[in-house]
């Protein structure tokens, strides 16, 4: 149980154009999901949470504006990379918890790779 | 000074040799702390979760806090090439703003 799964599993794409990718929980209703990135050989850094129907909350020093969150429903959030440029290329990581769970006991999807020429 | 301090490796052991994978930190007021491990372009997957100090056993996998030090480590005995990874250390002060280590990378050699 507690399957986490994202989509794209990777994806290149030009200088400019938006990415999305999506975060399912696939066994489990998820009242909270996280949006991570992870630079090579880094830590993973928490860029959003994001509760089924209201905005997300972005950690300081990540834009709003050009990291799009949706999280429209219990089993659904979108993470859209707009006007991607290639410093924005890495190593991208959803997770969730479900109720009954605490904030620590996350589980990660399998992390979508963005690579931007 | 970084909040989670973890030596990136990478480290590299014989088959059924004991692992031990360290984290300090400096945040005092950490109370929960975790273990991830982490497969080559796959998402990290909770191992071990302690709340405070002492030790806590799973199978071939043990944690240790120290809080008195800042310091937790993870024991892998009886490594098995399978146990090849990026071992995350990561711990929180309640139910949110969890801090990672960046990852010690572990190769165990058959």
């Known amino acids: 149980g507690a399957v986490v799964s994202q989509h794209p599993s990777w994806v290149i794409c030009k200088s400019g154009t938006s990415v999305k990718i999506e975060c399912r929980s696939l066994?489990?209703?998820?009242?909270?999901m996280f949006w991570y990135r992870q630079f090579p050989k880094q830590s993973l850094m928490l860029m959003a949470t994001?509760?089924?129907?209201?905005?997300?909350?972005?950690e300081q020093g990540v834009e709003k504006d050009k990291f799009l969150i949706n999280h429209a429903s219990l089993t659904l959030s979108t993470l859209t990379v707009t006007s991607a440029h290639p410093e924005d290329s890495s190593f991208y990581i959803c997770?969730?918890?479900?109720?009954?769970?605490?904030?620590?006991?996350?589980?990660f999807g399998p992390g979508t790779r963005l690579t931007v020429l | 000074q970084k909040e989670v301090e973890q030596d990136p490796g990478p480290l590299s052991v014989p088959e059924g040799a004991i692992v031990s994978l360290n984290c300090t930190y400096s945040?005092?007021?950490?109370?929960?702390f975790m273990w991830y491990r982490q497969y080559s372009r796959k998402g990290p997957e909770l191992l071990m979760y302690?709340?405070?100090?002492g030790n806590k056993e799973d199978g071939r996998f043990t944690a240790q806090v120290d809080k008195s030090s800042k310091y937790i480590s993870l024991f892998i005995r009886d490594s098995q090439p399978s146990d090849s990874a990026t071992y995350l250390c990561?711990?929180?002060?309640?139910?949110?703003?969890?801090?990672f280590g960046a990852g010690t990378r572990l190769t165990v050699k058959p």
């Open positions: 302690t709340y405070s100090s």
């Open positions: 066994d489990f209703q998820a009242t909270t």
């Open positions: 994001s509760n089924e129907g209201s905005k997300a909350t972005y």
């Open positions: 990561a711990m929180s002060v309640g139910n949110n703003d969890m801090r």
């Open positions: 945040n005092s007021a950490f109370q929960y």
């Open positions: 997770s969730a918890i479900y109720s009954g769970r605490t904030y620590n006991e996350q589980f």
